[in-house]
Structure formats: structure tokens, C-alpha cells
Nanobody, 119 residues
Framework: QVQLVESGGGLVQSGGSLRLSCAAS????????MAWYRQGSGKERELVAS???????NYVDSVKGRFTISRDNAKNTVYLQMNSLKPDDTAVYYC?????????????WGQGTQVTVSS
């Protein structure tokens, strides 16, 4: 069982920055691919950024050049640095962990953290 706890959300003006953190506990963090998703009001949840066990990253086009995902396996934490924020980035941001342990696939979610960007 993996527990994911997000933090770092809040209210920021357009053009500002925030750094989200997701602390994992309960298992070997390094064995999981990690990702950040977001869900705006009335919208479907979308993948924002992902990072594999080896550190390869991927981003949705709308955040490329503005957001950076990283992980610190020693601290069991994944980060999302968000710069040049726009009102369209307003959403609840969720941390996700995906992995396979002893042949069984696992998919875990955090509780989410609200990011609000004012114009």
C-alpha cells in the first residue's frame, strides 16, 4: 500500500510560480513511475507531467517550457515546479504512482491540492 500526500497548492497571480510536492510512504518509491494530473471545474482529469523510474519525463503540450517534474528517491518525493502560471492552470492537482510489484499492477492517487491562478 502506498500513501501519497500532496502539498504546495494555493492562490497565485497570473505569471507567478508554485512548487507542488507529493510525499510517498508505505513502499519502495523508486520502483514507481510518478505523474501529476489535474482536473479543472467541469473538466476531465488530464495528465500534466510524468516521470519514469529512470527519470525520463513527459509533459502535456500546454505546460511544456513552464512546468518541470522531478523526483528525489531518497526523500520519496516527486515535485512539480510550475512557472509562468496562467488562469487556465487553475485546477485540483493530483499525484499518481504506478508500478508493478511481484507481477501485480498498482495505481495510487493522492487526495489532491488546489491551485488557483488569478488574472
Amino acid at each position: 500500500q502506498v500513501q501519497l500526500v500532496e502539498s504546495g497548492g494555493g492562490l497565485v497571480q497570473s505569471g507567478g510560480s508554485l512548487r507542488l510536492s507529493c510525499a510517498a510512504s508505505g513502499t519502495s518509491f523508486s520502483g514507481y513511475s510518478m505523474a501529476w494530473y489535474r482536473q479543472g471545474s467541469g473538466k476531465e482529469r488530464e495528465l500534466v507531467a510524468s516521470i519514469t523510474r529512470s527519470g525520463a519525463t513527459n509533459y502535456v503540450d500546454s505546460v511544456k517550457g513552464r512546468f518541470t517534474i522531478s523526483r528525489d528517491n531518497a526523500k520519496n518525493t516527486v515535485y512539480l515546479q510550475m512557472n509562468s502560471l496562467k488562469p487556465d492552470d487553475t485546477a485540483v492537482y493530483y499525484c499518481n504512482a504506478v508500478g508493478v510489484v511481484l507481477g501485480v499492477g498498482y495505481n495510487y492517487w493522492g487526495q489532491g491540492t488546489q491551485v488557483t491562478v488569478s488574472s
